[in-house]
């Protein structure tokens, strides 16, 4: 903080040198009330009281009050009733309302508008006055400024109102450093104007006078503009409150000045309409407006970037924003950059995986005729992808962006890509994300899938040895949890798409189901899905009387909750195929 | 690698009728036992692994989380003599009112999917048998707010019209009905705009510059059946020929089979894992392209995808999960749960026997390269291919915020909201209704099953574990609204002359 101080301090000085004190920064109302007395306030330059000790600025209002009406005062002083005034005092006091009145009133009135006096002046001369004031003549008039002027009266001070609301508490000396505030505020938003007035110029292309040269706002007024708007309304909250409309983070500031924001209004009876936090509606009223324009600028970035920060679910920003880094040209792997931060930060929000996606569409062709580039790039990705995988081991949007990576990168044959799945599935067996993320990688290997093939049809193209590898490694998963589902639709899909037999598998299945069909002592199940395998493989054999009894075991007794599901497979058993 | 062995969950502890019982237990259980619940439902399933994973631990979790409101433990709950409490209609319809006002600015999340929650109030408030017509007018200047003149409706004013914000609007609008609804469409923007989406290889893009997904092929099939929009595409559309049999429902079907995967189910896009939200996109989606009977087992496996989809129930829980080795969650009652009368319909009844082959009339059969899949003979479904039981108890035993603030939720400890409740709800009706199609003609029209007529009766075979009172509106099977509001908006259309 003291470095703030000092160069707070040395910018007022220069301040002061170029008269400029819309440039200085504002009062500090936190320092030392004694200050004010120092001589350099406005506030030192107010009339002084009689009363210089007076603690409250109402106190010393109502004291200057009394001395701007010294008849009124008088007139207190003796009872209140004006018979105990002389009639000189009473002309005087009565000169002195109309006039006070006269001079408070605007000068084109119509004199027929101006209020009667006060209707208990008893003297004749009072009602002559009252005459004049309700649009006597000009003669009468000027029987009333005689009088005035001869009693020297104070009239100019008797146009100040009393105090009234947030500034009656406070004291004389918290009064003059709310004003000297309020000065500077004025003097900023004069400067305030300065620069947009100049900024505007500088939109049409006008040349200063003196030089002719082009008007041009530069950075550092930019800068400096921001910053005063940052004090000017920083100063508004603290000097009138929260209540008063606070200008948005935008509005604030100059780079978008020249932006007209799009309101939107709910209709009438809007269902689930939000009542929107006023940083967000402004920044969707700004977005509006640059979308419409179509403006393509590192501001639009930065105003997609606050807004993102605000609401990630909002697919319409997320485009905005690709179409601006493309439009921009700028590099993809510093928005990679950016991405993967907001990612990890907001786990379950997909838009951040399209927008991912386009960056590589966009990014590739770059790169696509340089395998070392390439490689680097799928190497940095999947870090990435391990990182947030680690968070959030089943997200099915980043699984769905691993696949068409792998496939945009021609990452099938990467033994890394391979590794970092079997890592996962060594973390968690059941991690089914894996699983079919390994199918995908083996059988959708353009290598050797055939084009056109479905998941669940035999593929000629398939060479034995990965079908052999692709069994051989799901049956060792098996072993560690039997009753884990993905290793058995794993198994059977790789069976399947090898064209195999089923009953290839058979010693295997059989060995987690002991004594079907012996007695609840003898029947040991140690995989429903093993039985669910058995069963196809007894159909397959024809063996039809084993498949019906593992059917209907598994619907009395292992897998209840699916007892229709098994009973529909009993009734497939009896259908001709 | 973790080894340890894999204890029961705390809640979980089974009294087996060998072991000494000590006090404790039988009062922990008595409850339970008073009431006629199986204990397929209180118990843990008969074959575990002892290995632990972070799969097995958040399953276990799981199961902890729900027995007891299974078991009918809650003191704070009524349960029936099943040990089923009653569907709280009064706390959810306050819910989902509630959610159709004024939302705090915490909802700012949800800026970009505020047509989703018109929709999902809407739908769950009819299915609770209230009536929202009285909201036709605020439904129609919201749905007003959020078309672009460019077709199609954003997820709020000024926002790029997306493929499910539209589709949540169309039905919000086929909710509500009424000429003055239907009339908020511009249909002929809305024709240009999907054939901007309309993507070479069949399938749609959800928003312009956005991801090609199944959800797209659905929302559209959906968006032009209901609003009766031409085929023809447009020369600025990505998937024009010039040929004009391709038209936008060309190679949708194609698509859909791509997305099936080696386990049976369907995945978002292409090469993804299987999923629950995706195989009811799937099937909706081609239920509208031709006849179930017809078109469903032309272009997927279907005995894998039922094996995939019966594997989604599991025991205790009762309720239905979205990927294997995922947990349950409310809202698969509809996304897995709506897909069984699909498939029952395709299976047909055993009266009429289908053998899967495509009419020729079928718009999506025409460029189809996979009428080639050998044609099983699958026998029909006579009972239900899942438990009803199992599926309505998770509903009514764990999906019930139970508080004041009423909806419905993913599970118990979750916070109910929109979504889950109508989905949930949505899963309900299909549990308690069967559904009927006709059969279909030789002479299919290219209309396909977009107007096949659905029939619709309660659910009563077996044991009803529910109170009559609680059994919830019908809905349409492909377009989860209920099925005359599905026939006025498609009449409407019909009668109309061009756009």
């Known amino acids: 903080m003291p470095s703030k101080r000092k160069a707070v301090a040395s910018k007022k000085i220069k301040a002061t040198e170029n008269s400029d004190p819309s440039s200085a920064s504002p009062p500090n109302s936190d320092r030392d009330t004694a200050s004010t007395s120092t001589g350099t306030t406005p506030a030192a330059a107010l009339p002084s009281t009689n009363n210089g000790n007076t603690d409250s600025i109402l106190d010393r209002s109502k004291a200057r009050f009394a001395l701007a009406r010294p008849y009124d005062t ?23 309302r109309i006039a006070s009145r006269l001079a408070r009133r605007p000068v084109f009135a119509s004199s027929t508008a101006a209020s009667p006096p006060s209707s208990n002046s008893g003297s004749s001369f009072g009602r002559d006055l009252r005459g004049a004031a309700c649009g006597g003549g000009p003669k009468t008039l000027k029987e009333v400024w005689r009088t005035v002027n001869e009693a020297s009266l104070p009239l100019r001070a008797a146009a100040v109102p009393l105090v009234k609301g947030l500034e009656e508490g406070i004291s004389v000396k918290e009064f003059e450093a709310r004003w000297e505030r309020k000065v500077w505020l004025t003097c900023s938003d004069v400067a305030s104007r300065c620069f947009k007035e100049k900024r505007e110029r500088e939109r049409r292309g006008e040349r200063e006078e003196k030089t002719g040269e082009r008007v041009i706002v530069t950075g550092q007024e930019i800068f400096e503009e921001t910053g005063r708007r940052q004090q000017m309304a920083a100063l508004r909250t603290e000097l009138y409150g929260g209540g008063v409309r606070k200008d948005g983070k935008l509005a604030a500031d100059p780079e978008w000045d020249d932006v007209v924001p799009v309101v939107l209004e709910e209709p009438e009876g809007a269902l689930a309409a939000i009542a929107y936090p006023p940083e967000y509606a402004e920044a969707m009223s700004y977005l509006r407006a640059v979308m419409q324009a179509k403006e393509h600028s590192p501001r639009c970035l930065r105003l997609t970037e ?48 399209h927008h991912r996606h386009l960056l590589v569409e966009n990014y590739f062709p770059t790169i696509a005729s340089d395998p070392a580039a390439i490689s680097a790039f799928a190497a940095s990705e999947r870090e990435f992808l391990r990182q947030i995988l680690a968070e959030d081991t089943k997200n099915y949007h980043v699984w769905s962006y691993r696949s068409y990576l792998v496939g945009k990168l021609g990452q099938f044959d990467s033994a890394e890509e391979l590794q970092a799945i079997e890592a996962m599935i060594d973390e968690d067996v059941r991690n089914n994300s894996a699983w079919s993320h390994r199918f995908f990688l083996v059988f959708s290997n353009p290598e050797h899938a055939t084009p056109g093939v479905a998941a669940t049809e035999p593929d000629p193209k398939v060479p034995q040895a990965v079908v052999d590898r692709e069994v051989d490694y799901a049956k060792g998963k098996i072993l560690l949890a039997p009753q884990n589902q993905s290793g058995w639709n794993y198994l059977r899909g790789a069976l399947v798409k090898g064209g195999r037999k089923l009953g290839t598998v058979e010693e295997f299945a059989s060995g987690f189901v002991k004594g079907l069909g012996q007695g609840e002592e003898g029947e040991q199940v140690q995989s429903t899905h093993a039985l669910d395998l058995l069963a196809e493989i007894y159909a397959e054999k024809g063996d039809k009387e084993k498949a019906d009894l ?28 | 690698m973790a080894n340890r062995q894999r204890p029961p969950p705390a809640a979980a502890r089974q009294p087996s009728p060998d072991s000494d019982l000590v006090d404790e237990e039988i009062v922990f259980d008595r409850r339970s036992l008073r009431l006629m619940i199986p204990d397929l439902f209180t118990q843990l399933p008969p074959v575990r692994d002892a290995l632990v994973t972070e799969t097995s631990r958040v399953q276990d979790e799981t199961v902890s989380v729900c027995l007891p409101s299974l078991s009918g433990e809650d003191e704070s709950v009524e349960y029936n003599g099943h040990g089923v409490p009653g569907l709280s209609r009064e706390r959810h319809v306050n819910f989902l ?43 129609v200047a919201t749905a007003r707010s959020m078309q672009n003149d460019s077709g199609g409706f954003g997820g709020g004013g000024r926002q790029l019209s997306h493929m499910a914000t539209t589709y949540a609007v169309v ?83 194609d698509y859909v089979r791509r997305c099936q995967t ?20 799937a099937l909706g989606c081609l239920a509208l392209l031709g006849h179930p009977a017809r078109i469903i087992p032309s ?65 999506a059969a025409t460029s189809s390269t996979s009428t080639t899949r050998s044609k099983a003979r699958l026998p029909p479904a006579e009972e239900s291919l899942f438990s009803r039981e199992g599926l309505i108890r998770y509903i009514l035993c764990c999906c019930q915020d139970q508080s004041r603030r009423g909806g419905l939720r993913d599970k118990p400890g979750k916070n109910s909201d929109p979504y889950h409740t109508n989905y949930v709800l949505s899963g309900l009706s299909s549990a308690q209704h069967q559904w009927e199609l006709d059969e279909p003609e030789e002479t299919a029209a290219s209309e396909g099953a977009a107007d096949a007529v659905w029939a619709v009766l309660p659910y009563l075979d077996g044991v009803q574990i529910f109170d009559n009172k609680d059994r919830v509106r019908p809905i349409h099977p492909v377009y989860a609204i209920p099925q005359q509001n599905v026939r006025a908006m498609k009449e409407y259309f019909q009668q109309k002359q061009g756009f």
Request: proline letters at 5%; glycine letters at 10%.
């Open chain 2, 299 to 363: 272009y997927l496996d279907v005995p894998r995808l039922i094996a995939w989809l019966s594997s989604r129930q599991y025991a205790p829980e009762g309720g239905l999960s979205g990927r294997t080795n995922k947990l349950v969650d409310g809202c698969y009652s509809h996304w897995v749960g709506g897909c069984f009368p699909l498939i029952e319909a395709c299976l047909g009844t055993s009266s009429s026997r289908i053998t899967g082959d495509v009419a020729v009339g079928d718009p």
């Open chain 2, 262 to 281: 080696f386990e049976g189910g369907i995945s978002g896009q292409p090469n993804a894992e299987a999923h629950g939200a995706y195989a009811f996109c």
């Open chain 1, 550 to 577: 593992s059917l209907r075991r598994l619907g009395q007794k292992w897998d209840r909750i699916r007892v229709g599901y098994w009973e529909w497979r009993r009734k497939c058993l009896e259908t001709p195929a």
């Open chain 2, 171 to 253: 039905l919000a609008l086929a909710l509500v009905g009424g000429d003055e609804a239907y009339e908020v469409v511009d249909r002929k923007a809305m024709w240009r705009w999907l054939c901007s989406l309309k993507q070479p290889d069949g399938g749609f893009q959800v928003c312009l510059g956005g991801e090609e997904d199944i959800r797209g092929a659905y929302c559209a099939a959906v968006i032009v059946t209901l609003l009766r929009l031409p085929l023809d595409l447009t020369p600025e559309s990505p998937a024009w020929t010039g040929d004009s049999s391709v038209n936008l429902l060309t190679g949708v079907a």
């Open chain 1, 74 to 96: 008088l007139l207190q002083q003796k009872g209140g009733a004006l018979s105990a005034l002389t009639p000189a005092e009473q002309s005087a006091w009565l000169s002195a």
């Open chain 2, 97 to 139: 009112r509630k959610s159709l006002g004024k939302l705090p600015g915490a909802y700012v999340a949800a800026d970009a999917s505020r047509p989703w929650y018109l929709y999902w109030c809407l739908s769950a408030l009819t299915m609770l048998g209230e009536d929202v017509t009285s909201y036709r007018e605020s439904v």
């Open chain 1, 306 to 353: 606050h807004i993102i920060g605000m609401n990630p679910a909002h697919y319409t920003v997320w485009l905005y924003r690709a179409a601006n880094v493309f439009a921009l040209k700028l590099p993809i792997l510093d928005e990679i950059a950016w991405l993967n931060e907001v990612a990890l930060e907001n786990l379950k929000n997909y838009q951040i995986w």
